[in-house]
C-alpha cells in the first residue's frame, strides 16, 4: 500500500482502532506526525558474533540456524515457556522466551534468523532468554543502531519503531526545508531529510550527531524566531509618552545616583518618551540599587498622571517597597498604596475603588495586583521586581491589564540564571546592565564554618551587636524537624521558632532577638521587619523570607544555618542582605556537612561576589534539571534542545533569528512559509505562555 506523510496511522498494518487512541496520546495520528516522535535514546545492535566469541553480560547479535520446532510448556498459571535451539557453526544455544506463545507459529525449524540479546555461557553450554530476533536479512531489529522511543502503555518500542521505519523509508521524498538556504549553509546544518532519516535510525554515532545538531538548532531558531517577533511587535506598538527627567527625580534621592543608575535611569525614560511600549529589563547584582530606578519610573508616570503598579515576589518585600517608594515619593505628591493578599474588607474596598478612580498613582503590591477585580483607572506602567522567573507569559497577563494602549514593562532582575539563558528568557526584551554598586561598599567577607566554630560565631554576633550593628540568622524551615536544638547544634534543620527561643533565652539573653517566618500572620511579619529596620532588634532570626531584596543598611552580619542546604544563588541573594551600608559586613555559612560537594559549593561562593560567575557554578554543580524546568523559566519545553548542553548552539540560532526576523519581520517571503508555519504552532502549543 502507497503511503503519504499525511497517511493517518489507523490505515496501517498493525494499527486499530485502540492503539489508533493511544498513538494520538502521544500527539500521533499521521505517519508524518511519527518524525517528529523522537528517540529518547538509542540501542546499538551492530556488533555481530559467532557464539563461541559473543561478549559476557553485553548484548550482541547472532545468526542462527533454527534447530528444532518450538516447544511451549506451560510452567503455572500465568507462566508459560516457548523453548527453542539454535545453531550456527561454532555452537548451539538454547533460547526461551517467557510467555510469548505466538513465537511458536513464528519461529520454524530449518530457518535463519537474527537474535539479539546477551548470550550467556556456562562451560560449553549457551543461552538466550527473550532475544529479539528477526529473518535473516531483514535488518530492521538487529545490525543497526536502534531507537528507543518514549512510550505510552499499549504501545510496544517495536510498533513505533515500525511506523518510524515506515516513514523514513517511504515519506522523506519532497520533505520541505524549514531552514532558510542561507541559514543552513553558513551554520554547516545538514538538510532536513538527512536529518530525519539519522535521527531515527542513524547510520553510525557521526550521522546521529550531525543529524542532532541540525534538529536542535532548527528547533531554537523556531524558538528565538518567535521570540525576536515578539519583541519586533511589541516595539512597534504604540505606547503612552511620558516624560521625565532623571535629574530632577535625583533630586528626590538621599544620594547621588550611581553612573550605572543614572545609565539604566536615561534609558528607561527614552523608553517612556518614545511613544512605543518599553519592554525592559534593568540587570543588576544585589545591591546595586535597583529600587531607585524603579522609583524613577512610578515617579515620571506619576508625574503624567499614569497609574503604575510594583510588583514584588513576596508580601515581606512589597510591604518594605510599599515603605521606600511612600518615605521617597509622597513629598512630590505621589500617591502611594499597598495591595497584598493580605489586604481585606472594607479597606480592600476602599482601596480598590481608589484605584479604579486614579486616586492612588502607585501601587504596590504581590501578584494580587493583576487578580481578578482589580481594576485600573489606567495603568501605563508595570514594574516588575526580583522577578527572575517573570517569563513571558507573565508578562503577557499583566499588559491585559491596560486596555487598549499596553503598559510600559520595566522587570528588574538580579539574575542568578547563567547570562545565554537570560538571553532566551528576556529575548524579547530590552536590557540595561547595572554592572556598579554604589559608592563606599566592601565586599562582604565570607566564610564557610563547622561546627566546632559555632561559639566563635556567637562571639562574632555579640562583638557586631556591640559596635551598633544587627545580625541576620537564616534556618532552613520552620517545621520542627527531628530530635531539635537540645541534641546538639547542627545535627537538624533548625527550627526557626524554637532556635529563636533558644538564642534569646540562653545565647544572648542580654540581645534583643526577634523571628520571623513565612507562616506569621502577614500583621506580625509586618511588625518584626519594621522593629528589625528601626533598631529596636539586635538579631532577626529568620527563614527565607527575607531572601529577596530586603534592605536594612546597618545589618553587617548574616549566619546562615545548615548552608549546604541552599542552592549557591540562594546564598548569594542572602548574602546581599548584608553589606548594603558603609559598614564592613560578613556572612558566615555555618555547616555540620562533610559531604566534599557540599564543601566546595560553598567555597566557591567565599571565593567571589559576583552574581552571575556564582549562577554558572551553581549551574554546573546542581545540573540543569533545577533551573529549567517549564514553571520556572515560563518557556515551552524542548523536544531535542537541551538548554544547558546546547549552550553555543543556542548563542547561534538566536543570533541567526534576529539577522533574519531583522530582514524579514513578519517572515511573510515564500522562502520562510514553512518557518512562519512552525512558529506558528509553537507559539499556539505554548498559547498561555506566548500570546
Ligand atoms: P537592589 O539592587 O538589590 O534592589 P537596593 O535598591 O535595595 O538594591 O539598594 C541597596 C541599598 O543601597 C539600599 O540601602 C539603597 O538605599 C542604597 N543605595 C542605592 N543606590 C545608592 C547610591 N547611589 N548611593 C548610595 N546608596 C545607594
Ligand atoms: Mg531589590
Known amino acids: ?24 496520546k502521544l500527539g500521533l495520528s499521521t505517519l508524518g506526525d511519527t518524525l517528529n516522535h523522537l528517540p529518547q535514546r538509542y540501542e546499538d545492535r551492530r556488533e ?29 498459571r500465568g507462566l508459560s515457556l516457548v523453548k527453542v535451539r539454535g545453531v550456527d557453526g561454532t555452537g548451539s544455544v538454547n533460547i526461551t522466551f517467557f510467555n510469548q506463545d505466538y513465537i511458536r507459529e513464528v519461529i520454524r525449524a530449518g530457518e535463519s534468523y537474527v537474535f539479539f540479546g546477551v548470550v550467556e555461557r556456562q562451560g560449553n553450554l549457551f543461552s538466550m532468554t527473550n532475544p529479539v530476533f528477526e529473518r535473516e536479512g531483514d535488518g530492521r531489529h538487529t545490525g543497526l543502531i536502534m531507537p528507543v522511543y518514549p512510550l505510552t502503555a499499549g504501545i510496544s518500542n517495536n510498533l513505533l519503531a515500525g511506523l518510524t521505519r515506515r516513514a523514513v523509508d517511504d515519506c522523506l521524498d519532497g520533505l520541505p526545508e524549514a531552514l532558510p538556504e542561507e541559514v543552513r549553509l553558513a551554520h554547516r546544518l545538514c538538510q532536513t531529510q538527512f536529518a530525519r532519516k539519522n535521527i531515527h535510525y542513524p547510520a553510525d554515532y557521526e550521522a546521529l550527531a550531525i543529524a542532532r545538531r541540525r534538529m536542535v538548532f532548527e528547533e531554537l531558531f523556531v524558538l528565538t524566531c518567535g521570540l525576536a517577533q515578539l519583541k519586533d511587535r511589541r516595539s512597534a506598538g504604540s505606547g503612552r509618552r511620558i516624560s521625565g527627567a532623571p535629574e530632577e527625580f535625583s533630586a528626590l ?10 545609565r539604566a535611569m536615561d534609558d528607561i525614560s527614552a523608553d517612556l518618551r518614545s511613544g512605543k511600549a518599553m519592554n525592559r529589563l534593568v540587570q543588576g547584582d544585589v545591591g546595586s540599587g535597583k529600587t531607585a530606578v524603579a522609583a524613577f519610573g512610578a515617579w515620571a508616570a506619576a508625574k503624567n498622571g499614569i497609574q503604575c503598579a510594583l510588583m514584588a515576589p513576596t ?20 500617591r502611594v498604596a499597598l495591595l497584598t493578599g493580605s489586604v481585606k474588607g472594607a479597606e480592600k474596598k476602599a482601596l480598590l475603588s481608589a484605584l479604579a478612580a486614579g486616586e492612588i498613582d502607585l501601587v504596590v503590591g504581590t501578584h494580587a495586583l493583576f487578580s481578578q477585580g482589580v481594576e485600573y483607572r489606567e495603568l ?34 538580579a539574575t542568578p540564571i547563567p547570562r545565554t539563558l537570560a538571553l532566551i528568557i528576556y529575548g524579547d526584551l530590552d536590557v540595561s546592565v547595572m554592572d556598579e ?3 563606599g561598599r566592601t565586599p562582604v567577607a565570607t566564610f564557610a564554618v563547622g561546627e566546632n566554630k559555632r561559639q566563635r560565631m556567637y562571639g562574632f554576633v555579640r562583638k557586631q551587636v556591640a559596635e551598633g550593628r544587627q545580625v541576620y540568622i537564616v534556618c532552613p524551615s520552620v517545621e520542627e524537624n527531628g530530635g531539635g536544638w537540645e541534641d546538639g547544634p547542627g545535627m537538624d534543620l533548625k527550627a526557626v521558632t524554637s532556635y529563636a527561643r533558644q538564642l534569646q533565652e540562653q545565647v544572648f539573653p542580654d540581645l534583643r532577638v526577634g523571628f520571623v517566618h513565612g507562616k506569621l500572620k502577614p500583621r506580625e511579619k509586618e511588625a518584626v521587619m519594621a522593629a528589625f529596620a528601626g533598631g529596636t532588634l539586635d538579631v532577626l532570626v529568620s527563614t527565607t523570607v527575607i531572601e529577596v531584596g530586603v534592605d536594612v543598611p546597618n545589618a553587617s552580619l548574616m549566619v546562615v544555618e545548615n548552608a549546604e542546604r541552599f542552592g549557591l544563588s540562594q546564598l548569594h541573594q542572602l548574602r546581599g542582605r548584608v553589606g548594603r ?7 558566615v555559612l555555618m555547616t555540620a556537612s562533610r559531604s566534599e560537594t557540599a564543601r566546595e559549593r560553598l567555597r566557591a561562593l567565599c571565593a567571589t561576589n559576583d552574581g552571575f560567575q556564582i549562577a554558572e557554578e551553581d549551574l554546573r554543580l546542581r545540573g540543569p534539571g533545577d533551573f529549567f524546568g517549564k514553571r520556572q523559566h515560563g518557556l515551552p519545553q524542548l523536544k531535542v534542545a537541551d ?34 508555519e512552525k512558529v506558528r504552532e509553537l507559539f499556539e502549543e505554548n498559547a498561555e505562555l506566548f500570546n
Open 48 to 76: 555481530c558474533c559467532a557464539l563461541k566469541d559473543a561478549p559476557q553480560e553485553r548484548p550482541c547479535c547472532v545468526s542462527l540456524i533454527i534447530a528444532e520446532t518450538p516447544r511451549v510448556s506451560y510452567v503455572r
Open 437 to 439: 554598586l554604589p559608592p
Open 253 to 262: 534621592l538621599p544620594f547621588a545616583p550611581t553612573a550605572a543608575q543614572r
Open 1 to 24: 500500500m502507497p503511503v503519504t506523510r499525511q497517511t493517518p496511522l489507523t490505515e496501517l498494518p498493525g494499527v486499530g482502532p485502540a492503539r489508533g487512541k493511544k498513538l494520538e
Open 315 to 334: 508580601e515581606l518585600l512589597a510591604e518594605q517597597h510599599a515603605r521606600t517608594m511612600d518615605a521617597l515619593l509622597s513629598p512630590a505628591g505621589v
Open 643 to 676: 538548554f544547558a548542553a546546547d549552550m553555543e548552539l543556542l548563542k547561534e540560532a538566536r543570533q541567526a533569528a534576529e539577522e533574519l526576523v531583522a530582514e524579514d519581520p513578519a517572515l511573510s517571503r515564500p522562502a520562510h512559509g514553512l518557518l512562519r
Open 581 to 587: 551600608g558603609r559598614h564592613q559586613s560578613y556572612c
Open 380 to 413: 501605563g506602567l508595570v514594574i516588575a521586581d526580583e522577578q527572575h522567573r517573570f517569563g513571558v507569559a507573565q508578562r503577557s497577563a499583566l499588559a491585559e491589564k491596560g486596555g487598549a494602549v499596553p503598559p510600559h514593562v520595566l522587570v528588574m532582575s
